[in-house]
């Protein structure tokens, strides 16, 4: 006698894709109601303010540090320095800096002209501006971030408020045209998903997160769990940054910056693809079978329920449209935080095909070429395997 049909498994596999959604979504839209808006937050006098180091590593970044040095060296904030290290440019970068530090008090610019054995180059330039800097706290950014004159003032007020170690902005990210919004709200969703950002305080939650774009942190609690000599050799320094600083017991926590806080990430998805191949095998440890369960779970989650519903009949078209609905209501709402149209919710199984994609395309290329070639230099696998955190 036959049991269950393929008409009944199918069923049974949307209706536990469904509950899944419907508890993801309530979690995750009650949490991200949860976080802290920076906007919200009380600015402190300038007597109650510590000094502040603004770290950055560079590497050919002519076309958008300009505009980000314009908008760290303009903060509304008493006492602070900006470390930019220039990891080995071949571009304007060199001259750029050298102008800035030089009509600028708040700016020093260090210059690494060979990465050290055992490091790659981004860990390697902000452990350089680490090693240069004086700040009681440490603020690690990129060289394509805008900051508004309030965001540290803000930031650092929030944290010495609510005792927080660590605090990670998700920045306000520009987009432009269908593809790239498709892509960075589908990247957005998955980012609070993957992170439970409103988990990270809990102490007893593995929860942690790690933005490039910015994170502060208590310069005591940086050098307690290593500084990026932990993460010489991590491709994904910044979420890692955060790893570590969880594990190591510090209070951790993220907050929404709004406009306080900008980025022009990559210009069109071909770049955005591109742009993170480096990215997506590292994130699963350089393991290929975690990326191909993390491929296949993404498939059964985000594309699946959109694909029966034309297609299957009865309970499996019912349980496939209340997945796909949930699915489409919290893509929804993220897009929406991230001003975004909440339109955007209905290109949710567009975005998760090409994650899957751009996650597939980081694995084969990595394995193909045994490393990844990152902005001109090469890192053997074996190598990044071992220096993995």
């Not at 020093?108 to 800097?133: C, F, M």
């Not at 005792?163 to 902005?169: G, Y």
């Not at 498939?299 to 609905?325: C, E, M, Q, T």
């Not at 597939?360 to 074996?382: C, E, H, N």
Request: charged share 20%; net charge positive.
């Amino acid at each position: 006698m036959q049991f269950l049909t393929p008409h009944l498994a199918l069923a049974a596999l949307l209706a536990a894709v469904a509950c899944l959604w419907l508890v993801v979504t309530t979690r995750t839209w009650l949490g991200i109601d949860r976080l802290p808006r920076l906007a919200d937050a009380a600015p402190l006098p300038d007597e109650a303010l510590p000094f502040v180091s603004l770290l950055v590593s560079a590497r050919d970044e002519a076309e958008k540090m300009p505009a980000a040095l314009r908008s760290m060296l303009a903060l509304d904030y008493p006492a602070y320095e900006v470390i930019s290290v220039d990891d080995r440019s071949t571009d304007a970068t060199p001259q750029i800096l050298r102008e800035f530090s030089a009509a600028c008090k708040h700016l020093r610019a260090i210059r690494v002209d060979a990465l050290p054995p055992g490091w790659l180059g981004k860990p390697h330039g902000l452990q350089t501006a680490y090693e240069n800097s004086r700040g009681e706290w440490l603020v690690f950014t990129d060289a394509d971030v805008r900051f508004h004159p309030d965001v540290l003032r803000r930031a650092v007020s929030l944290a010495i408020e609510r005792r927080w170690d660590h605090l990670t902005l998700f920045p306000q990210m520009e987009m432009a045209g269908f593809w790239e919004k498709t892509l960075l709200t589908y990247f957005s969703l998955g980012g609070f998903l993957y992170s439970r950002a409103w988990k990270i305080p809990e102490r007893d939650s593995s929860a942690y997160a790690g933005v490039g774009a910015f994170q502060l942190l208590r310069r005591s609690a940086y050098e307690a769990v290593g500084t990026h000599r932990r993460l010489a050799l991590e491709v994904v320094d910044d979420m890692k940054l955060g790893k570590i600083v969880k594990d190591g017991g510090y209070v951790s926590c993220v907050a929404l910056p709004g406009d306080l806080l900008g980025l022009r990430w990559y210009s069109g998805a071909a770049n955005i693809i591109r742009g993170t191949e480096k990215n997506f095998f590292a994130a699963a440890g350089f393991s290929l079978g975690r990326a191909m369960g993390q491929i296949g779970f993404v498939l059964l989650a985000s594309v699946l329920p959109f694909l029966a519903l034309p297609f299957a009949g009865g309970w499996a078209r019912w349980f496939a449209g209340i997945a796909a609905a949930a699915a489409a209501l919290l893509h929804a709402r993220v897009a929406h935080v991230v001003r975004a149209s909440p339109l955007y919710g209905l290109t949710h199984p567009l975005g998760a095909l090409l994650v899957c994609f751009m996650s597939a395309r980081s694995a084969a290329v990595t394995l193909w070429q045994k490393g990844i070639y990152w902005r001109g230099t090469f890192y053997p696998l074996d190598q990044l395997r071992r220096g993995s955190v």
